[in-house]
């Protein structure tokens, strides 16, 4: 038997302190044998301390309720894993050649300069470089910059990767031996364009200005100068651009060409249109790409390199985790920090899902500066399931660091965007329900998330199955399970959290759904990050797939002239 301890407010002071772990603590554990006060919100960072719970605030309305967690690790450590992983069908296209302006190895826009700009810029940055290495951050980094550099990235990187590609024939890596490097651009079937919009708008210090900046305008044309290539309308099409923001952070210049990388959030006709039919009968040139997790521990080949059993059945000691970033007033982030503790307690009797504790909280503001990011990711790695609340944009980037640290997503999938748009396919609806009008309600799964199954023409079963692993709360008719969910992502109501707690202590009493969504879970998670220094082009990587898709592009292009 162990006893859990559950602090009910986040801000309540001890000598003019806030509360250690800056969350919703609606799970801290006390483990009476040895006497330490353990915050899981915070892990490594203030994890242990050692004394009497006199340490912690004394105004904080404490309660102790007995449970016991051993049949929950029993059962799930028994459960058989008896189904191979069904959470990606790849094929791997055409044998083509592509061809990478190599002006931009070494010019003002290369990744080392844009990266050393964005440092620059930022002189109080911590240890972490932009893009190039991986890191541990050491939490010094100022808020902008940390925020920006976790979530804005991934162009630089891709920049690099495709300079750093091995050229000529029979040198392709093993894991992309259908894609070749060419130097003779007569021979491409590709042009790549390894100019990171992103890191330029970011050397600005410009950022969500970067639209409509005069100056970005003028150098984006002078980069337009330097593709000697672009000129005639046949190969238009086949140049790929790079970046990794939202559409709407995009300058209009780099929107509107006709093949990028972005970070979900299509509106191209031709990609809403793939989105809207059942198997896609439109050609959608843009490719949705993951955000960049510069973490060791994360790299693809970690995460290759992990046993089965560590994604399966290893024990988590928490049941729901949620740590994000910036909330509105009202919105539906704040609305679950206010209301999940009661929800839950209605439907358990204490405040635990399961039998185990939960932790949900935001970091905001200077909180950002705290070293909270290598706590966080711990918390995700102890935890049966992480909630991904809708944000300012269709996908975010903790949704694939849940992932990755092999717990499961839980999503709400809003039945208010879905009804607006009657076209979706009931099996691809809406995760998101942005906080304002700006984002066309057309946004389904096939357009917010990379490499999504039923994006790809002529193949619908081709690419991540994302429903496999990820637990949608929705509506639910089922005898006993019963729960209103009528209000789509209102903040008036509990319908949405109403249906939460049974789904999931439902998963949790059932092993071998548990373990079909971990197995589905990890098959995807090493397709969602980009190997990095020595490790890059290693394994069949987030890379490996843009690539792959790029090939499924360009077969289905018209041929040059």
């Known amino acids: 038997m162990v006893k859990r301890q559950t602090l009910r407010s986040t801000k309540a002071q001890d000598g003019g302190r806030k509360n250690p772990c800056g969350v ?3 799970g801290v554990v006390v483990w009476m044998a040895v006497a330490t006060f353990v915050c899981i919100s915070l892990l490594k960072e203030s994890a242990s301390v050692s004394g009497s719970v006199s ?9 102790f309720l007995t449970f016991s967690a051993t049949s929950l690790v029993a059962t799930s450590a028994s459960a058989t894993d008896t189904q191979p992983p069904q959470a990606v069908v790849r094929v791997d296209p055409k044998p083509f050649r592509f061809y990478v302006y190599e002006q931009f190895a070494d010019n003002e826009w290369s990744p080392r300069n844009l990266s050393d700009c964005i440092l620059r810029k930022n002189p109080k940055t911590g240890n972490c470089d932009w893009a190039l290495t991986t890191c541990v951050d050491d939490g010094t980094a100022g808020s902008r910059y940390a925020s920006r550099r976790k979530n804005f990235n991934g162009d630089v990187l891709l920049a690099d990767l495709f300079l750093r590609y091995p050229i000529g024939e029979g040198s392709a890596p093993a894991v992309t031996s259908f894609a070749t490097r060419t130097q003779d651009p007569q021979q491409a079937d590709a042009f790549i364009v390894a100019y990171a919009h992103d890191g330029h708008c970011n050397c600005h210090s410009v950022d969500s200005k970067c639209p409509k900046t005069p100056q970005m305008a003028q150098e984006i044309d002078e980069v337009f100068k330097t593709l000697h290539h672009y000129n005639t309308n046949h190969n238009k099409n086949r140049h790929l651009f790079l970046s990794s923001k939202d559409s709407p952070f ?22 809403l249109a793939t989105s809207n039919s059942s198997g896609g009968n439109h050609l959608c040139p843009d490719i949705v790409i993951p955000y960049l997790n510069t973490h060791p521990f994360y790299q693809p080949h970690a995460i290759q390199t992990r046993p089965k059993e560590w994604w399966t059945t290893r024990t ?29 307690r209605r439907h358990s009797g204490d405040s635990t899902i399961g039998g185990l504790p939960v932790q949900i909280g935001s970091l905001q503001g200077k909180e950002r500066n705290i070293d909270k990011e290598q706590a966080t990711f711990e918390l995700y790695q102890n935890s049966i399931f992480c909630l991904i609340l809708p944000g300012d944009g269709p996908a975010q980037k903790r949704f694939f660091d849940v992932i990755m640290s092999g717990c499961i997503p839980v999503v709400f999938v809003s039945q208010r965007r879905q009804n607006l748009d009657p076209s979706v396919a009931k099996a691809y609806p809406s995760w998101w329900s942005g906080m304002d009008n700006s984002i066309p309600a057309r946004q389904s799964i096939r357009t917010s998330y990379p490499f999504p199954k039923g994006f790809f023409l002529d193949q619908p079963s081709l690419g991540i199955d994302y429903s496999s692993f990820v637990v949608q709360i929705t ?6 399970r019963s729960c209103d969910f009528s209000c789509g992502h209102k903040v008036n109501a509990t319908c949405q959290l109403d249906c939460l707690v049974p789904e999931l202590e439902r998963i949790m009493d059932t092993p071998e759904e548990l373990v079909r969504l971990r197995r589905n879970l990890q098959e995807a998670a090493v397709l969602l990050n980009y190997g990095m220094e020595d490790h890059a082009f290693e394994t069949f990587d987030a890379f490996a797939v843009l690539l792959a898709q790029l090939g499924h592009i360009l077969e289905r292009l018209p041929p040059m002239h």
Do not use: Q
Not at 475 to 480: A, I, L, Q, R
């Open 475 to 480: 509506h639910d008719t089922t005898p006993g």
């Open 55 to 63: 340490r912690v605030n004394r105004s904080v309305d404490l309660e």
């Open 316 to 344: 988590r000691t928490i049941a729901v985790a949620a740590i994000f970033g910036r909330v509105w007033d009202p919105s539906f982030r704040n609305y679950v920090l206010d209301n999940i503790e009661p929800v839950i």
């Open 24 to 26: 919703h603590s609606l």
């Open 250 to 271: 995009s300058h209009i210049k780099i929107r509107d060409v006709p093949m990028r990388t972005t970070l979900g959030d299509l509106r191209k006709r031709s990609c």
